[in-house]
């Protein structure tokens, strides 16, 4: 590029830059073009400032002209992130090697400065809580980020919002950590104090180990030239560590440090089952561990050296036989222990809480199908079978099991209570008539009744048939065998529904009882008559015979 | 009529015995070396005037049928029955006897009636003491129990068993057949000794309708 023409667009850009810081925020709410050119330009120069920092960005320049929001927000990403990962890298680097930071000639736009000012404050108070310097810095700091925050503009889509935000977060983490992350602490809370008050509890809990140790390594540090070391790294862990709280907590997480690294030290020299093996070694070096832990994230800036050395006490090895035997304790526990009532076969209410059962899954059989779910479908089906069953005429009733009885019921003999009109002869008179002549049917109470009965059934059917003018078909005949006794057809019961005839039942040829042709008198033949005539004297004289015979 | 003397058995002769004479029967006059025969029985005062009422229905079947003679004597206050030479046979004038006993009893005419015509009918007498000591109100209950309700516990044992029954008091009288009479004696023997009259029913129609089925 022409560089007259960089200078240019520089000086436009800063134009723009200040135009921007200069509106109001109301402004923002509305897109208007202007503004938006303005931003455009400023970020453009912004990045091209920012490029001779990132060497893997493709971009030479930010391209704004045609490019949607979200391109160009894209090309500030590309260039932003390997930025933001080598000023950590570089940050860190000066954490450990604080003179390296006095070379620094250029720093980036504003971020060196800032980086000074952070190393002056560390210099000058460490051990002494100087909150309000730490406010002061801050509150500064926030409004810088705050403007510059503005200046990018919330309107739109932040674009430059963004990368302004990294810059920030970048130059915070240039800072110690304890510096806020902007917003959410003030005077009253701060995160690190909290976490600090924290370690401490834990420290009174496992007090007295942390004493022992720092007591020993008190003594110890007067003896070895790791004790000057270790002194060197105590100064350097007290300036690159926070700024807040008790020294005294400092001091006892350091000594505690020193402490457990030269027992660690001496015990690696000297390795035997206990340390493996033992419990109290790897209580301590559990509670060693958290408050490491803790540490490493207040502080950035650690000894690595110590951390290394703490992280190889508990090898993996250790940890692994603390895991498995704290597996076999609780084995063994659960062993020991009454069983769950869930393990012990038949359990009544009584023998295990209230509301357990609730709690397992229990699975038993059900004798009984499940209630049926009622949809609609099935209440539609319910309905069409219904309708179906109307049309047909197809109920199901129940259905009278007929008793099928064999033999004709006996007849109940009731019990008559009144005084018998018929004297005891006739009743005697009745029952020899009964026994002797089976013919004679004697009315009983119920015949009587069956009598009446059938006479006013006919005098109906007599009615109905004048109705019909007497035509009527009778019965059909069904010849079937029947004895016939030669009785007058009144005597027997009546069949016949109209006519009443004195004839026999039977037939004459059925009434006689002979042989041959009959001829009247007057039929008969001369020679036929003689012929009887003889036949009659043979008979006679027979018997005559016969008589004579007797009477000698 | 031939009267011929029966050879005495003290013959022992090589002989073989005579044979047997042959008798006609008696006639009824002739019984008792040709005496007639009476019968009287007494009136008690409560059937005197019954007697008077129902004379003539006692009298004609005694008189025409069974022929004997019947008269009532006033003075003695009995029934007097004899027999006449055309009596056909003497068993008459004891069946006289007991028809007119039977009435004396209680039992009407109608029923009585049957003893003339039938033989094996029987006329039974027994007490309430005879079936369990009872003694004023429950004597009583016990009669009330006997009879029912109008009577109709006695009509339904006298229905259901062919026979007649008469409760005088204390005294129980039956008119019937053996059997019938043995029936009819239970059930009233059951009331008395206090079952109700329900029980007493079904085991009559029970029996009853057994008795039918025989024929």
Known sequence: M???????????????????????PPEWLVPKQELSQAVRAASKLLFSSLKPYCPKSPFDQLLTEGFDVEQIWQQIDLQSQPLLSSLRREV????????????????????????????EQIETDNVVNDDEDDDDMDMDEDEDDEEEEDEEGEEEEDEEGEEEEKERGTEEESENEGEEKGGIEDKFLKIKELQEYLEEDEAREFGLKKKKTKAESKKEEEDTEEEGDDDDEEDENEGSEDDDDEAEEEEDELGLFDGNDEEDEDDLENARYEDFFSRKKNKSSKEKA???????????????????????GPSKHEKELDKLRSKIEEMEKANLDPKVWTMRGEVTAAQRQKNSALEVDLDFEHNVRPAPVITEEVTASLEDLIKTRISEGLFDDVQKARTSSSKAPREIKELDESKSKKGLAEVYEEEFFQKTDPASALLTFSDELKKEASMLFKKLCLKLDALSHFHFTPKPVVEDMSIQTNVPALAMEEIAPMAVSDAAMLAPEEVFSGKGDIKEEAELTKAERKRRRANKKRKFKAEAAKRMGKKA | MEIETVPSESKPESNPLPPKPKFEPLKAHEMSDGRVQFRKVSVPPHRYSPLKKYWMDIYTPVYEQMKIDIRMNL????????????TPDISNLQKCADFVQAFMLGFDVPDAIALLRLDELYVESFEIKDVKTLRGEHLSRAIGRLSGKGGKTKFAIENSTKTRIVIADTKIHLLGSFANIKIARDSLCSLILGSPAGKVYSKLRQVSARLAERF
């Open chain 1, 2 to 24: 022409i560089p007259s023409a960089m200078a240019s667009s520089t000086e436009t850009a800063l134009e723009s830059l200040h135009h921007i810081k200069s509106t109001e």
């Open chain 1, 92 to 119: 860190k680097k000066f954490e450990k090697h604080p003179e390296e930071i006095s070379k620094l000639k250029d720093g980036g736009v504003g971020g060196g400065e800032k980086k000074k000012k952070v190393l």
């Open chain 1, 290 to 312: 958290k408050s490491r832990d803790m540490l490493e994230e207040d502080s950035g800036s650690d000894d690595e050296q110590d951390v290394d050395k703490r992280k190889d």
């Open chain 2, 75 to 86: 003075k003695a206050r009995k029934v007097e029955l004899k027999t006449r030479q055309d």
